[in-house]
């Protein structure tokens, strides 16, 4: 099934600057670029959980059965001010020495994959170490952290990393761009700035304003893989990776799977190679179907108790 993704909301709301950035930056932040995206009216939302079924059971002719109910929670899903800014002197920008155009193009880019890499850590951590406290809530705030988790037993702290499998779609995990998809890239403006002497001198001035927020919705749409370290025998196995696709129900199969490269590498080292040459096992590309995405927005040091 294809999905909406940013470059998609992008689009939709017509601003080819925002397109041409997007394109060039978000290959490096495989959760912004690849996930499901969707445009949401205001700045928030509910959306209606079904958290157990009832139960279903047969009877005998002439006997009943006991009455039950599916149970539910409302929750709330909000977007949040995302507003990355770039400055710098008329004088400075002239001097690149292909005109101030090609440096203004340059920070512009810049400025974006500042953005991207941002959403892409609030999208593990939100707002824990490694996210923003002013941003939405992360996988590591919504998910199943009772049933929906492996533990790799890793001891030592502050070299601690996660591998996080992802459901993406409407009912399951998914970006959320609020006041209608809202990601502006502002012009280039030219403006006053003072220097810490209250000495005045021009400046060009960029921002990006966006309202993104992130969506948990089926509570086994996301499943981690926590205390993966250096420490003998703690890293990434096959046998770990098969414990936390084996959560998720038999209905259900995960779209992508996060990790850092030595978490990669950690599984690639893990496996034997059964090639005539014995060259080496290749890096791993994909598990059991599900892609695999190496990502600079998760960490080699989390602490054991994230």
Known sequence: MTMPTLLDVAK????????????ESVQYTPEVALGYSRQIKGLNYKGLIRTANPTASFRNANEGTA??????????????????????????????????????ALEGGAMMNAAFLALAKQFHYGTGTGGDTKGFPGLINAYDSTNMVV??????????????????????VGWLWGNGGQ???????????????????????QEILARPGLQVGHTKSVCRIKKLTTDSGKGLTDALMFDAFNKFP?????????MSRRSREQLRASRTATNPTGVPAPTPIDWEGVPIHATDALSDTEKLAL
Not at 158 to 170: E, M, Q, T
Not at 250 to 258: I, V, Y
Request: proline share 4%; glycine share 8%; hydrophobic share 40%.
């Open 12 to 23: 939709l709301n017509g601003n080819d600057a925002v397109v041409g950035l997007i394109d």
């Open 67 to 104: 009455v039950d109910k599916a149970s539910h929670e409302q929750r709330l899903w909000e977007c949040f001010i995302l507003n990355p800014q770039w400055e710098c002197d008329k004088a400075v920008a002239a001097t690149h020495e292909d005109g101030a155009e090609a440096y203004i």
């Open 151 to 172: 533990d790799a037993g890793g001891t030592t702290d502050d070299i601690g990393s996660s591998v996080w499998f992802v459901k993406w779609g409407p009912q399951h």
């Open 183 to 205: 990601l502006d890239l502002s012009e280039v403006t030219e403006q006053r700035l003072v220097d810490g002497s209250s000495n005045p001198y021009l400046a060009y001035h």
């Open 250 to 258: 038999a209905g259900f199969k995960p779209d992508m799977c996060f």
